[in-house]
């Protein structure tokens, strides 16, 4: 069982900046595409990034394009998601998702959970003055 833990959400005032990890213990990430969905209440949860292991090619929803950085450092395991110039909308819990069977994110389906064998129990981002 592969299990992902996500850290680093909290509350921050409109403009603020946080950044988000996601940790694998005990598991290589090298070989696989690594993806951060977020979920607001009453919303579906939606694809917000994703990082490729082969060559470190990233995709971004296009409401965070500009504002939102993914990177990994597969040396310590982990993901990161830095969130810069944050707005209310941006308020939902943060999940990443390891894709076993693609070390690639398709432009097609990276954004599709079912791309995804495996989650974290997500971490909070609330963003309000």
């Known amino acids: 069982q592969v299990q992902l833990v996500e850290s680093g959400g909290d509350s921050v005032q409109p403009g603020g900046s946080l950044k988000l990890s996601c940790a694998v213990p005990g598991f290589t990430l090298d070989y696989y595409a690594i993806g951060w969905f977020r979920q607001a209440p009453g919303k579906e949860r939606e694809g917000v990034s994703c990082?490729?292991?082969?060559?470190?090619?990233?995709a971004y929803a296009d409401s965070v394009k500009g504002r939102f950085t993914i990177s990994r450092d597969n040396a310590k395991g982990t993901v990161y998601l830095q969130l810069n110039s944050l707005k209310p909308e941006d308020t939902a819990a943060y999940y990443c998702?390891?894709?076993?069977?693609?070390?690639?994110?398709?432009?097609?389906?990276?954004?599709?959970?079912?791309?995804?064998?495996?989650w974290g129990q997500g971490t909070q981002v609330t963003v309000s003055s």
């Open positions: 998702a390891a894709n076993l069977m693609r070390s690639i994110c398709n432009p097609l389906n990276w954004r599709t959970t079912h791309e995804y064998s495996y």
């Open positions: 990082i490729s292991s082969s060559d470190g090619s990233t």
